[in-house]
């Protein structure tokens, strides 16, 4: 039988959102009801209000969540009701072309099982990421669900399911971080630290924290970072060189987004280094580089999707790390608030006051 709960939408391009009933229906088959326990809010939600991912409103917001299975439709197996899960907005189908070669992080299955929620006056809702966690309870495909212990706290564990998850793995997965490697994050934000996080995690000697915002550089220490480069007043591409011997890091990880950010990642990293890009550019953005440099410096040139996580895997082993108490991720909850405050929310994200904001039901 359907549910009726409250959610957040977005309306229209730039509106602010609102918050509105929403119909939630049963699982059908491959699908799970998850009762929302917490959600970050993430930029991604901020771009799906302003128009910048698709027109497809009115969007239920909230993808970074954490809650407990409600119930399962026909055909599910791998979770069941009862079992605490983090929400993750890339299952892995394990037929695609990518799953088939034993790549199942770049899976390309999409999944909408929460496009069957509705406004209760009627109109079809777009759900962030093809989750809408800004709710009591929302519809998923059962694969975008992933069992973690629940001795985590909801508030902390939902911030794998996008940001934090997006930045560590970058530095651990997509840049290969080892011990003794030298580090320079550029872009400290929520994803930028999580990579910090992940290159202390990895063993790095060295992890240079890039940025022009000072509170954001000393969130960057308290993660992890050795040193730290205020960009707003020094050559970023010589400062990261003067902490590493002259050479250059091994690994560059850009969090970002932006070309010019991107030219100093790649003029940052040694002969040979690596450069990762995990920040989200716009679509209207172009890179020009010296292609013989490019051939010259050699090493790589990567993009980092979801930190190239595989949930299955990376989401019990973090959270077993954390309840080890040997991976802060409390450090990224700058609040908690509730269901009604996330427009005031993104306004705080904007200022760069806050890690994460964290609703919780």
Known sequence: ??????????????????????????????????????????????????????????????????????????????????????????????????????????????HNAGQRMTLEDGPELSPALGIGAFAEKTLVHAGQCTKVDPAASPAVAGLLGCGVMAGLGAAVNTGNVTRGDTVAVIGCGGVGNAAVLGARLAGAARIIAVDVDRRKLEWARGLGATHTVDASDVDVVEAVRELTGGFGADVVIEAVGRPETYTQAFYARDLAGTVVLVGVPTPDMRLELPLLDVFGRGGALKSSWYGDCLPSRDFPMLIDLYLQGRLDLDAFVSERIGIGDVEAAFAKMRRGEVLRSVVEF
Request: charged residues 20%.
């Open 1 to 110: 039988m359907a549910q009726t709960v409250q959610g957040v939408v977005a309306r229209g391009r730039g509106e602010q959102v609102s918050l509105e009933r929403i119909v939630v229906p049963d699982p059908g088959p491959g699908e799970a009801l998850v009762r929302v326990q917490a959600c970050g809010v993430c930029h991604t939600d901020l771009h799906y209000r302003e128009g910048g991912i698709s027109d497809d409103y009115p969007f239920l917001l909230g993808h970074e969540a954490a809650g407990v299975v409600e119930s399962v439709g026909a055909g599910v197996t791998g979770v069941a009701a009862g079992d605490f899960v983090i929400l993750n907005w890339r299952a892995v189908c394990g037929e695609c072309r990518a799953c088939r070669r034993g790549r199942p992080w770049y899976c390309f299955a999409t």
